[in-house]
C-alpha cells in the first residue's frame, strides 16, 4: 500500500531562515505526491503536486519541493521563513486508482521572530 | 471560486446523540471524502464515495455510516455520539483520477469540530 511519513512533528525556524520539511514516501512506482497546508481552525489548502511533469515543483507563497526517485523523497523547502508561514504541513499521496488521497502524520511549522 | 462547505464550524453534542454532519461541493466532483484530524495522527479516512448511493470504507468507520444521495452532497453519521469521538472533521472532494493521469487534487472544506460531552 502507498503511504507517506513525515519526519517531525515539530520544526522551529527562524524568521528569514530556510524551511526544510521532511516527506518520504513508500511506493514501487513513482506515485503522484502533494504538499498541503493547514492554517490554525481551517482546512487543508492545496500547496504543490508532483504529477511527473517536472522534478522540483513550484507551489504557492514561495515553497517547492523536489521528488526524488532514488530517495524515495519529496522534501518541501522554501529559502526564507516569513511569521505567515507558520502552520500544519501535510504530505500526502493519492493511490493506484486514483481517487484515495493519504495524508502523513503532519509537520507543525514555527517560525520564531 | 471551487468550493467545499461544511455545514457547521463548531458542534458540541451529548453522549448518544445521533449526529449528522453535512457537507456540499459545487464542483460537479464524483468523489467525495470525510476524515477525521486528531494531534499526531494525522488525517485519518473515515469514509469516501466515488458516486452517488456508493460507499468504500476507509480506515477507521467503526461508529460512523455516510450518506450520498445527490452527487454534490455527503453527509456523515455519527449513530450514537462517543466521547472518542470529538475531533476536527474535515470533508474534501475531488475529480477522479485515470489510468492515464492522476492529475487531480483534493478539496477541501473548512472542517467541524465536534466536543462530545
Known amino acids: 500500500a502507498q503511504s507517506v511519513t513525515q519526519l517531525g512533528s515539530h520544526v522551529s525556524v527562524s524568521e528569514g531562515a530556510l524551511v526544510l520539511l521532511r516527506c518520504n514516501y513508500s511506493s514501487s512506482v513513482p506515485p503522484y505526491l502533494f504538499w498541503y497546508v493547514q492554517y490554525p481552525n481551517q482546512g487543508l489548502q492545496l500547496l504543490l503536486k508532483y504529477t511527473s511533469a517536472a522534478t522540483l515543483v513550484k507551489g504557492i507563497n514561495g515553497f517547492e519541493a523536489e521528488f526524488k526517485k532514488s530517495e524515495t523523497s519529496f522534501h518541501l523547502t522554501k529559502p526564507s521563513a516569513h511569521m505567515s508561514d507558520a502552520a500544519e504541513y501535510f504530505c500526502?499521496?493519492?493511490?493506484?486508482?486514483?481517487?484515495?488521497?493519504?495524508f502523513g502524520t503532519g509537520t507543525s511549522l514555527t517560525v520564531i521572530p | 471560486d471551487v468550493k467545499v462547505t461544511q455545514s457547521s464550524r463548531y458542534l458540541v453534542k451529548r453522549t448518544g446523540e445521533k449526529v449528522f454532519l453535512e457537507c456540499v461541493q459545487d464542483m460537479d466532483h464524483e468523489n467525495m471524502f470525510w476524515y477525521r484530524q486528531d494531534p499526531g495522527l494525522g488525517l485519518r479516512l473515515i469514509y469516501f464515495?466515488?458516486?452517488?448511493?456508493?460507499?468504500e470504507k476507509g480506515d477507521i468507520p467503526e461508529g460512523y455510516s455516510v450518506s450520498r444521495e445527490k452527487k454534490e452532497r455527503f453527509s456523515l453519521i455519527l449513530e450514537s455520539a462517543s466521547t472518542n469521538q470529538t475531533s476536527m472533521y474535515l470533508c474534501a472532494s475531488s475529480a477522479p483520477g485515470t489510468a492515464y493521469t492522476w492529475d487531480t487534487e483534493a478539496f477541501f472544506g473548512q472542517g467541524t469540530r465536534l466536543t462530545v460531552v
Open positions: 464515495s466515488y458516486d452517488v448511493k456508493m460507499k
Open positions: 500526502a499521496v493519492i493511490t493506484f486508482t486514483g481517487n484515495q488521497f493519504y
